[in-house]
Structures are given as structure tokens and as C-alpha cells.
């Protein structure tokens, strides 16, 4: 019934931008703050982005900031993560989360590679 689902992964070149989408249904997505988080072959996943339920609280890590920018539409049920100034770094899959009362929900995650 809960569903969280990442879309918008592809190939981009490096200095590149990329728009990746989470759509979420099954709980109250306004009530519900969001994160993104990537992992890369061989690492651990990393935090990406955070944003507060009505979206005017946003976090990032060093490594993204200023390149990197999270929002949501409530009317809509979706988060974004726009990413700008793309480095080969950045190559991961990034999984949408969500967290709502107790519960932690997540997709099955977008892959993003920077390759020229």
C-alpha cells in the first residue's frame, strides 16, 4: 500500500544537471519529512538532502551543498532533488525516504552516473 518510488536517473556528463523525482503514496506525505541518500559500489550510503514537512527547512552535507537542491510539492505527493555541477563523484544510486511517525519508508532507488 505505501509506495515510494525515485525516477529521473540517467547518464550526464560531468559539470551536467539532472533532475531526479520521488512520487510517495499510502501515508500523509505532508506530515512526513523527506530525505535523499545515495550509495556508490563498494560505500556506504551517504545522506544527501533533507527537507521538512512543509518544505521550507532544507539540510546537505558539505559534499552537495550549493550544487545540490531538495523541494516538495504536497499537492502532488513528490520531492525532487535537482543536482547541478555534476561530478563523477556524484555516480551512485540515490533512494528517496521517507519518515512519518515511527516508520521509515524507501524506494528502490534511481541510478546516476557522470561519465563523459
Known amino acids: 500500500q505505501v509506495q515510494v518510488v525515485e525516477s529521473g536517473g540517467g547518464l550526464v556528463q560531468p559539470g551536467g544537471s539532472l533532475r531526479l523525482s520521488c512520487a510517495a503514496s499510502g501515508f500523509t506525505f505532508s506530515s512526513a519529512t523527506m530525505r535523499w541518500y545515495r550509495q556508490a559500489p563498494g560505500k556506504e550510503r551517504e545522506f544527501v538532502a533533507f527537507v521538512s514537512n512543509t518544505g521550507y527547512t532544507t539540510t546537505y552535507p558539505d559534499s552537495v551543498k550549493g550544487r545540490f537542491t531538495i523541494s516538495r510539492d504536497n499537492a502532488k505527493n513528490t520531492v525532487y532533488l535537482q543536482m547541478s555541477s555534476l561530478k563523477p563523484e556524484d555516480t551512485a544510486v540515490y533512494y528517496c525516504?521517507?519518515?512519518?511517525?515511527?516508520?521509515?519508508?524507501w524506494g528502490q532507488g534511481t541510478q546516476v552516473t557522470v561519465s563523459s
Open positions: 525516504n521517507a519518515y512519518v511517525g515511527t516508520k521509515n519508508y
